[in-house]
């Protein structure tokens, strides 16, 4: 997508894959500032402290990480250390360990004297495979909002809850890459974007959409429900970090109050992810997902722009207040009217049609 009108991309391998350049996301959307990682352990740091997010992304991180890791020793010993210090860094999202996983397993049975070069081509192929994958999303999701301005005839008005957009992924994103592609299309569309305390991606969100010219209203967390009320919200698309097998949902905290909100007002809510977000081994989300607790000093604190211009942040509560901050929430598939991916759109309810016989419905 483009910034300040010239096509970016979230990542990319820098002089042969001996490093790689990020955008910053810790400043948006205060500040756009690339940054170059030339050691895994900066990857690992980028993807903690969340200069890197989005299940997605983290993934291709991962994988790049895997790269620079193969660069400093591509013995077995030490790959397979950095490997597990780098899938663990987060644990909900299970892209990261996909994408550690996959690497680990085309590089493991060559010499070590060629695991660099053959970890730079998977890395690269990972990474455009990501933007294929997430046109394709777009594609299949185009159809559902198409299919409601047909019968709305005026701006259709989605909500959106986090940041699974071009920043979450390489490129388009999952959520909004369906309305990236309306707008391209000429199809009217309003997005309602979710602030999403405490880390506020709603904020990237905007920033995104504003980027690419796409009409947006920031919201408050808690405005969603009274917003599905009023009958201003016609549909509902989020992106995934982990989804289980029968279709359960774990994405950003709120995600699930907002599938509640949308299935007592009769609103369409879909889920859009690739298919490396699916954890077929894990059956209830509800059980078996772990979830990331970040730190309270993100419920208590604000990032923001001080009167000088610069990135700052300032303490909302007393120093002496305590604070819970699980930073991802699961969605039971009943709440869950589609699952937007790069395959078509299925219904979570039922078994998904890339199961070997199963008789799942595929709507595009
Ligand atoms: O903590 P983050 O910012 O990495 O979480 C990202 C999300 O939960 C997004 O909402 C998302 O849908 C997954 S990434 C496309």
């Avoid at 990480?65 to 193969?70: D, E, F, G, I, Q």
């Avoid at 777009?138 to 701006?155: F, N, Q, S, T, V």
């Avoid at 369409?268 to 977000?277: G, I, K, L, R």
């Avoid at 009167?307 to 300032?314: D, N």
């Amino acid at each position: 997508m483009k910034v300040n009108g010239i096509p970016t991309r979230t990542i990319r391998a820098l002089d042969d894959g001996t490093a790689v350049e990020i955008i910053d996301q810790t400043l948006l959307p205060y500040r756009f500032e690339k940054r170059v990682l030339s050691d895994w352990r900066d990857c690992v740091e980028a993807i903690d402290v969340m200069r890197v997010r989005g299940a997605p992304l983290i993934g291709i991180t991962g994988a790049w990480a895997v790269v620079l890791a193969t660069k400093e020793n591509p013995e077995n010993a030490a790959l397979i250390k950095a490997a597990e210090q780098i899938q663990n860094v987060r644990p909900t999202a299970v892209n990261l360990s996909w994408a550690v996983q996959r690497m680990l397993a085309a590089l493991l049975p060559r010499d070590p004297s060629l695991r660099f070069p053959a970890a730079v081509k998977l890395a690269e192929a990972m990474t455009q495979e990501d933007v294929m994958l997430s046109r394709a999303i777009g594609d299949a999701g185009y159809g559902l909002i198409a299919e409601l301005y047909r019968k709305l005839r005026r701006p259709v008005n989605i909500l959106t809850h986090c940041n699974a957009g071009w920043l979450a992924t390489v490129d388009y994103g999952t959520a909004l890459a369906p309305i990236y592609f309306a707008f391209e299309r000429g199809t009217p569309v309003h997005v309602w974007v979710d602030e999403t305390r405490p880390r506020n991606q709603g904020l990237l969100t905007a920033w995104e959409l504003g980027q690419q010219g796409v009409p947006h209203t920031i919201i408050a967390d808690n405005a969603g429900g009274e917003l599905m009320q009023k009958g201003a919200v016609d549909m509902v698309i989020v992106g995934a970090d982990r989804i289980t097998r029968r279709g359960d949902v774990a994405n950003k905290i709120g995600t699930y109050l907002k599938a509640l909100a949308a299935k007592d007002n009769e609103i369409p809510f879909y889920v859009a992810a690739p298919s490396s977000t699916i954890d077929w081994k894990l059956n209830d989300g509800k059980r078996e997902i772990p979830i990331e607790n970040r730190s309270a000093s993100e419920v208590l604190s604000l990032r923001g722009i001080d009167r000088s211009g610069e990135v700052a942040t300032v303490q909302l509560a007393s120093p002496n207040e305590s604070a819970a901050n699980p930073a991802f929430d699961v969605t039971h598939n009943r709440f869950i009217t589609g699952i937007i991916t790069e395959r078509g759109v299925f219904f979570a309810h039922q078994p998904c049609c890339s199961l070997p016989g199963s008789d799942c419905k595929c709507r595009t």
